[in-house]
Protein backbone atom coordinates (compact mmCIF):
# COMPACT_ATOMS: atom_id res chain seq x y z
CA UNK A 1 0.00 0.00 0.00
CA UNK A 2 3.23 2.35 0.66
CA UNK A 3 5.14 4.02 -1.43
CA UNK A 4 8.21 6.03 -0.01
CA UNK A 5 5.90 6.10 3.04
CA UNK A 6 2.75 7.65 0.89
CA UNK A 7 0.02 5.35 -0.31
CA UNK A 8 0.04 5.30 -4.01
CA UNK A 9 -3.45 5.11 -5.00
CA UNK A 10 -4.10 8.11 -2.94
CA UNK A 11 -1.71 10.09 -5.09
CA UNK A 12 -3.26 8.78 -8.41
CA UNK A 13 -6.36 10.24 -6.41
CA UNK A 14 -4.94 13.35 -6.25
CA UNK A 15 -3.88 13.92 -9.53
CA UNK A 16 -7.13 12.32 -11.00
CA UNK A 17 -8.98 15.11 -9.02
CA UNK A 18 -7.00 18.13 -9.52
CA UNK A 19 -7.39 17.13 -13.69
CA UNK A 20 -11.36 16.67 -13.20
CA UNK A 21 -11.50 19.92 -11.44
CA UNK A 22 -9.77 21.66 -14.57
CA UNK A 23 -12.09 20.38 -16.54
CA UNK A 24 -15.16 21.00 -14.89
CA UNK A 25 -14.04 24.44 -13.44
CA UNK A 26 -12.47 25.56 -16.75
CA UNK A 27 -14.00 23.64 -19.84
CA UNK A 28 -12.56 26.76 -22.66
CA UNK A 29 -16.38 27.70 -23.53
CA UNK A 30 -19.36 27.95 -21.19
CA UNK A 31 -21.43 28.02 -23.70
CA UNK A 32 -20.28 24.55 -25.24
CA UNK A 33 -20.50 22.29 -22.19
CA UNK A 34 -20.82 18.89 -22.51
CA UNK A 35 -23.59 18.17 -19.82
CA UNK A 36 -21.58 15.56 -17.87
CA UNK A 37 -19.22 18.35 -16.88
CA UNK A 38 -22.30 20.69 -15.62
CA UNK A 39 -23.57 20.53 -12.04
CA UNK A 40 -26.92 20.17 -10.36
CA UNK A 41 -28.33 23.10 -10.73
CA UNK A 42 -29.97 22.78 -7.34
CA UNK A 43 -30.61 19.53 -5.34
CA UNK A 44 -29.60 16.53 -6.91
CA UNK A 45 -26.41 15.04 -7.85
CA UNK A 46 -24.02 14.93 -11.26
CA UNK A 47 -20.83 13.68 -12.47
CA UNK A 48 -19.50 17.00 -11.66
CA UNK A 49 -20.69 17.43 -8.80
CA UNK A 50 -17.46 14.13 -7.14
CA UNK A 51 -14.78 16.64 -8.11
CA UNK A 52 -15.05 19.30 -5.66
CA UNK A 53 -15.14 17.11 -2.40
CA UNK A 54 -12.83 14.60 -4.39
CA UNK A 55 -10.35 17.14 -4.37
CA UNK A 56 -10.62 18.55 -0.15
CA UNK A 57 -10.41 14.75 0.15
CA UNK A 58 -7.48 14.30 -0.97
CA UNK A 59 -6.33 17.22 1.17
CA UNK A 60 -7.22 15.51 4.00
CA UNK A 61 -5.34 12.32 3.02
CA UNK A 62 -2.06 14.54 2.48
CA UNK A 63 -1.92 15.96 5.67
CA UNK A 64 -2.33 12.20 7.88
CA UNK A 65 1.50 12.40 6.06
CA UNK A 66 2.40 15.82 6.14
CA UNK A 67 0.94 16.22 9.74
CA UNK A 68 1.68 12.81 11.17
CA UNK A 69 4.99 14.58 13.75
CA UNK A 70 3.03 18.11 14.53
CA UNK A 71 1.76 19.23 17.74
CA UNK A 72 -0.79 22.37 18.02
CA UNK A 73 1.76 25.34 18.74
CA UNK A 74 2.73 28.46 17.52
CA UNK A 75 4.67 27.60 14.65
CA UNK A 76 2.22 25.27 13.36
CA UNK A 77 -0.55 27.87 13.72
CA UNK A 78 2.09 30.08 11.86
CA UNK A 79 2.49 27.73 9.07
CA UNK A 80 -1.10 26.64 8.57
CA UNK A 81 -1.88 30.48 8.49
CA UNK A 82 0.44 30.88 6.03
CA UNK A 83 -0.71 28.19 3.47
CA UNK A 84 -4.30 29.03 3.56
CA UNK A 85 -3.58 32.43 3.20
CA UNK A 86 -1.75 31.57 0.21
CA UNK A 87 -4.06 29.92 -1.26
CA UNK A 88 -6.57 32.41 -0.15
CA UNK A 89 -4.88 35.14 -2.35
CA UNK A 90 -4.41 32.73 -4.88
CA UNK A 91 -7.83 32.66 -5.39
CA UNK A 92 -8.48 36.15 -5.60
CA UNK A 93 -6.18 36.65 -8.18
CA UNK A 94 -7.86 34.31 -10.72
CA UNK A 95 -11.01 35.83 -9.77
CA UNK A 96 -9.74 39.21 -10.87
CA UNK A 97 -7.95 38.03 -13.53
CA UNK A 98 -11.21 36.62 -14.51
CA UNK A 99 -13.36 39.74 -13.90
CA UNK A 100 -10.71 42.55 -13.41
CA UNK A 101 -13.03 45.09 -11.81
CA UNK A 102 -12.82 45.85 -7.95
CA UNK A 103 -16.70 47.23 -7.42
CA UNK A 104 -17.56 43.75 -8.56
CA UNK A 105 -14.42 41.28 -7.18
CA UNK A 106 -16.23 37.90 -6.37
CA UNK A 107 -14.62 37.13 -2.98
CA UNK A 108 -15.15 33.25 -2.08
CA UNK A 109 -13.77 30.90 -5.01
CA UNK A 110 -12.71 27.54 -5.22
CA UNK A 111 -9.38 28.19 -3.76
CA UNK A 112 -10.26 30.10 -0.98
CA UNK A 113 -12.89 27.31 -0.20
CA UNK A 114 -10.13 25.15 0.29
CA UNK A 115 -8.19 27.27 1.91
CA UNK A 116 -10.65 27.90 4.45
CA UNK A 117 -11.29 24.02 4.87
CA UNK A 118 -7.81 23.05 4.94
CA UNK A 119 -6.78 25.51 8.00
CA UNK A 120 -10.28 24.56 10.16
CA UNK A 121 -9.20 20.87 9.51
CA UNK A 122 -5.47 21.13 10.23
CA UNK A 123 -6.47 22.67 13.54
CA UNK A 124 -9.03 20.62 14.35
CA UNK A 125 -6.42 17.16 13.54
CA UNK A 126 -3.77 19.11 15.51
CA UNK A 127 -5.86 19.39 18.26
CA UNK A 128 -8.07 16.55 18.91
CA UNK A 129 -7.74 12.76 18.97
CA UNK A 130 -9.51 10.46 16.59
CA UNK A 131 -12.62 9.87 17.99
CA UNK A 132 -12.96 13.58 18.70
CA UNK A 133 -12.61 14.37 15.07
CA UNK A 134 -15.36 11.81 14.54
CA UNK A 135 -17.11 13.92 16.87
CA UNK A 136 -16.27 17.20 15.36
CA UNK A 137 -17.74 16.01 11.92
CA UNK A 138 -21.09 15.09 13.83
CA UNK A 139 -20.91 18.58 15.07
CA UNK A 140 -20.25 20.45 12.19
CA UNK A 141 -22.99 18.63 10.16
CA UNK A 142 -25.49 18.88 13.16
CA UNK A 143 -24.71 22.33 13.88
CA UNK A 144 -24.73 23.33 10.12
CA UNK A 145 -28.11 21.86 9.69
CA UNK A 146 -29.35 23.65 12.84
CA UNK A 147 -28.32 27.13 11.42
CA UNK A 148 -30.19 26.37 8.10
CA UNK A 149 -32.90 26.00 10.36
CA UNK A 150 -32.93 30.01 11.20
CA UNK A 151 -34.47 30.83 7.56
CA UNK A 152 -38.04 30.32 6.66
CA UNK A 153 -37.01 28.18 3.78
CA UNK A 154 -33.48 26.45 4.87
CA UNK A 155 -32.95 24.77 1.42
CA UNK A 156 -34.00 27.09 -0.94
CA UNK A 157 -31.74 29.17 -3.38
CA UNK A 158 -33.46 32.60 -2.27
CA UNK A 159 -33.92 32.32 1.90
CA UNK A 160 -31.28 30.28 3.41
CA UNK A 161 -29.29 30.94 5.68
CA UNK A 162 -26.10 30.46 4.06
CA UNK A 163 -27.24 33.43 1.13
CA UNK A 164 -28.28 35.62 4.00
CA UNK A 165 -25.12 35.59 6.08
CA UNK A 166 -22.79 36.10 2.70
CA UNK A 167 -24.91 38.68 1.74
CA UNK A 168 -24.02 40.79 5.13
CA UNK A 169 -20.49 40.03 5.17
CA UNK A 170 -19.70 40.67 1.11
CA UNK A 171 -22.23 42.36 -0.57
CA UNK A 172 -24.56 41.36 -3.24
CA UNK A 173 -21.76 42.61 -5.89
CA UNK A 174 -19.09 40.16 -4.46
CA UNK A 175 -20.68 37.17 -4.64
CA UNK A 176 -21.60 34.67 -7.45
CA UNK A 177 -24.54 35.79 -10.20
CA UNK A 178 -24.82 32.28 -12.20
CA UNK A 179 -27.57 31.27 -9.69
CA UNK A 180 -30.32 34.34 -11.28
CA UNK A 181 -29.61 36.03 -8.06
CA UNK A 182 -26.80 36.45 -5.74
CA UNK A 183 -25.44 32.95 -4.07
CA UNK A 184 -22.45 32.07 -3.65
CA UNK A 185 -22.12 28.10 -3.68
CA UNK A 186 -18.18 28.34 -2.00
CA UNK A 187 -19.95 30.56 0.56
CA UNK A 188 -18.83 30.91 4.63
CA UNK A 189 -21.34 29.00 6.35
CA UNK A 190 -20.86 26.53 3.95
CA UNK A 191 -17.57 25.75 4.53
CA UNK A 192 -18.62 24.14 7.65
CA UNK A 193 -20.07 20.96 6.14
CA UNK A 194 -17.34 21.16 3.17
CA UNK A 195 -14.72 20.87 6.30
CA UNK A 196 -16.06 17.10 7.00
CA UNK A 197 -14.72 16.60 3.42
CA UNK A 198 -11.16 17.08 4.42
CA UNK A 199 -11.29 15.51 7.98
CA UNK A 200 -13.19 12.29 6.08
CA UNK A 201 -9.54 12.39 3.87
CA UNK A 202 -7.55 12.64 7.06
CA UNK A 203 -8.83 9.63 8.99
CA UNK A 204 -9.68 7.29 5.40
CA UNK A 205 -5.95 8.22 5.51
CA UNK A 206 -4.91 7.42 8.95
CA UNK A 207 -7.10 4.47 8.85
CA UNK A 208 -4.92 2.89 6.01
CA UNK A 209 -1.71 2.92 7.46
CA UNK A 210 -0.78 -0.47 8.13
CA UNK A 211 -3.66 -2.41 5.83
CA UNK A 212 -3.15 -5.35 3.26
CA UNK A 213 -4.52 -3.61 -0.11
CA UNK A 214 -7.29 -6.51 -0.21
CA UNK A 215 -8.11 -5.82 3.59
CA UNK A 216 -8.18 -1.65 2.43
CA UNK A 217 -10.22 -2.77 -0.85
CA UNK A 218 -12.73 -4.81 1.21
CA UNK A 219 -13.11 -1.47 4.09
CA UNK A 220 -13.36 0.88 1.60
CA UNK A 221 -15.67 -0.28 -0.37
CA UNK A 222 -18.19 -1.40 2.84
CA UNK A 223 -17.54 2.48 4.59
CA UNK A 224 -18.26 3.74 0.84
CA UNK A 225 -21.35 1.59 0.71
CA UNK A 226 -22.78 2.63 3.90
CA UNK A 227 -22.38 6.10 3.26
CA UNK A 228 -24.16 6.01 -0.09
CA UNK A 229 -27.00 4.65 1.45
CA UNK A 230 -27.27 6.86 4.46
CA UNK A 231 -27.22 9.41 1.96
CA UNK A 232 -29.97 8.22 -0.38
CA UNK A 233 -32.14 7.69 2.65
CA UNK A 234 -31.06 10.80 4.22
CA UNK A 235 -32.25 13.32 0.97
CA UNK A 236 -35.97 12.82 1.73
CA UNK A 237 -35.12 15.04 4.93
CA UNK A 238 -32.19 16.74 3.91
CA UNK A 239 -31.77 16.84 -0.09
CA UNK A 240 -28.20 16.15 -1.63
CA UNK A 241 -27.27 20.14 -2.94
CA UNK A 242 -23.73 21.14 -3.86
CA UNK A 243 -24.40 24.26 -3.65
CA UNK A 244 -25.80 24.22 0.02
CA UNK A 245 -23.26 20.81 0.94
CA UNK A 246 -26.05 19.43 2.68
CA UNK A 247 -25.06 16.86 4.80
CA UNK A 248 -26.40 13.95 2.79
CA UNK A 249 -24.02 15.71 -0.55
CA UNK A 250 -21.21 15.19 1.91
CA UNK A 251 -21.93 11.72 2.94
CA UNK A 252 -23.09 10.43 -1.53
CA UNK A 253 -19.57 12.03 -2.66
CA UNK A 254 -17.42 10.84 0.41
CA UNK A 255 -18.91 7.35 -0.43
CA UNK A 256 -18.49 7.40 -4.52
CA UNK A 257 -14.38 8.67 -3.22
CA UNK A 258 -14.27 5.66 -1.67
CA UNK A 259 -15.29 3.64 -3.88
CA UNK A 260 -13.06 5.04 -6.50
CA UNK A 261 -10.10 5.09 -4.21
CA UNK A 262 -11.26 1.51 -3.18
CA UNK A 263 -10.49 0.88 -6.97
CA UNK A 264 -7.29 2.40 -7.64
CA UNK A 265 -6.05 0.35 -4.71
CA UNK A 266 -7.23 -2.68 -6.67
CA UNK A 267 -5.43 -1.26 -9.32
CA UNK A 268 -2.12 -0.32 -8.25
CA UNK A 269 -1.50 -2.09 -5.24
CA UNK A 270 -2.68 -5.44 -6.08
CA UNK A 271 -3.10 -5.61 -9.71
CA UNK A 272 0.10 -3.71 -10.07
CA UNK A 273 -1.29 -1.35 -13.23
CA UNK A 274 1.12 1.26 -12.44
CA UNK A 275 1.73 2.26 -15.99
CA UNK A 276 -1.69 3.50 -16.15
CA UNK A 277 -1.51 5.65 -13.41
CA UNK A 278 1.62 7.38 -13.01
CA UNK A 279 0.88 9.80 -15.78
CA UNK A 280 -2.27 10.82 -13.45
CA UNK A 281 0.45 10.50 -9.86
CA UNK A 282 2.91 13.29 -11.73
CA UNK A 283 -0.27 15.20 -12.18
CA UNK A 284 -1.21 16.27 -9.03
CA UNK A 285 2.14 16.47 -7.57
CA UNK A 286 1.56 20.15 -7.77
CA UNK A 287 -1.71 21.26 -7.60
CA UNK A 288 -1.84 24.47 -7.13
CA UNK A 289 0.08 25.73 -9.57
CA UNK A 290 -1.14 23.19 -12.45
CA UNK A 291 -4.81 24.82 -11.40
CA UNK A 292 -3.61 28.36 -11.40
CA UNK A 293 -2.23 27.80 -14.48
CA UNK A 294 -4.91 26.09 -16.23
CA UNK A 295 -6.65 29.37 -15.58
CA UNK A 296 -4.37 31.82 -17.47
Not at 18 to 23: E, R, T
Not at 182 to 204: I, K, M, Q, R
Request: with cysteine.
Amino acid sequence: MQNSGRFYALDVLRGLAIALMILVNTPGSWSHVYSLLLHARWDGFTFADIVFPGFLFVVGAAMAFSMKDSRLNSAAVMKIGKRALLMFGCGLLLNFLSHPDLATLRIPGVLQRIALCYALAALLVLSLPKRGLWAAILLLLGGYFALLQLSPAPFSLEQNIVRTLDLAVFGTAHVYQGFGVPFDPEGLLSTLPATVNVLLGYLVATGLKGKAPMQAVRELAVFGAMLVLLALAGHWVWPVNKALWSATYVALSSGILLWLLAALVYLVDIRKATTLTEPLRIYGTNPLFIYMLSWM
